[in-house]
């Protein structure tokens, strides 16, 4: 488990807006969030409703966010049941650490932006969930 980031459960990240006539603009400073620094950046764009996920990591800690669109993500830590979050608004999202088992529905041409506090590794996923179960 990655023990370089103190923050060890799902929460709701609000990130620091700055509004003026042209629009606004957020941002996330993560020395909370990834005391060692975002690793990786990825992107999820949808043309239909789509269910990703369906994964857990062994290591890495995200914050993921819907810049467009509608994400529904189911997450759960081993022998819990799910908690579900609606992320449909880019002036927040979710911090997931790791061991936490996600699903997620996208709505039609959905974009969802994730950061990471490691670079991709096949070897930190965990992609069925009964391993994910046996593995607390």
């Known amino acids: ?12 990240v609000t990130f620091p807006e700055v509004q003026d006539t042209t629009g606004a603009l957020h941002f996330l400073e993560g020395s909370k969030w990834f005391p060692n620094g975002v690793k990786r950046v990825f992107w999820i764009r949808t043309e239909e409703e789509a269910h ?3 994964h857990a ?21 081993p022998g819990n049941p799910p ?40 070897s930190d996923y965990i992609r069925n969930l009964e391993d994910f179960e046996r593995a607390r």
Do not use: C
């Not at 990655?2 to 929460?11: E, G, K, L, Y």
């Not at 529905?105 to 950061?115: C, D, P, V």
């Open 57 to 77: 990591h062994k290591e890495e800690s995200q914050i993921i966010l819907a810049i467009l669109g509608k994400v529904e993500v189911s997450i759960r830590k």
């Open 83 to 122: 908690k579900k979050f609606m992320l449909d608004n880019p002036s927040s999202g979710l911090f997931i650490p790791s061991m936490h088992w996600v699903e997620t529905h996208f709505s039609k041409e959905a974009i969802l932006i994730g950061f990471s506090d490691t670079e991709f590794s096949e």
């Open 52 to 54: 990703r996920g369906n």
């Open 1 to 12: 488990m990655n023990t370089n980031n103190s923050v060890r459960d799902v929460q709701v």
